[in-house]
């Protein structure tokens, strides 16, 4: 039961108002395991550690990928569209303004990445 009869967060409501406990009526499931995380995280590392930075974004949507694919909403894999070159010339921006500004443009960074993250994250 919850507070105003509203169901617990990522939980399916019931006809009743209530989500009733059990992996049947999740909304969303995660099933990612360590060793593909790991591999995943440590072939993006390479990637951005090899280019110092301005391939950044081939290792987002690497993770991007990873994560999606381990995801699902309402039983439907979620599937990520987007490319490191849809995002590449944006992000040289980004690293020149973060570079002149000495590092305040990144407050504007983060939220527009993030942005472009969900636009381009969708049902399998």
Sequence with gaps: MTINSQP?????????????????????????????WLGTQLLG???????????????????????????????????????GWGIFGLWIKWLLLSIITLGIYTFWVYPRLMQWKVENTVYA
């Design 8 to 36: 617990a967060f990522g939980q399916v409501p019931s006809s009743t108002g209530y989500a009733r406990s059990g992996a049947g009526n999740q909304i969303y499931q995660f099933r990612g395991g360590a060793a593909s």
């Design 45 to 83: 590392a390479v990637i951005v550690i090899c280019t110092l930075g301005i391939c950044y974004p081939f290792a987002v949507v690497l993770v991007e990928r990873w994560r999606a694919e381990n995801t699902y909403l309402s039983g439907r894999q979620l599937r990520f569209i987007g490319t």
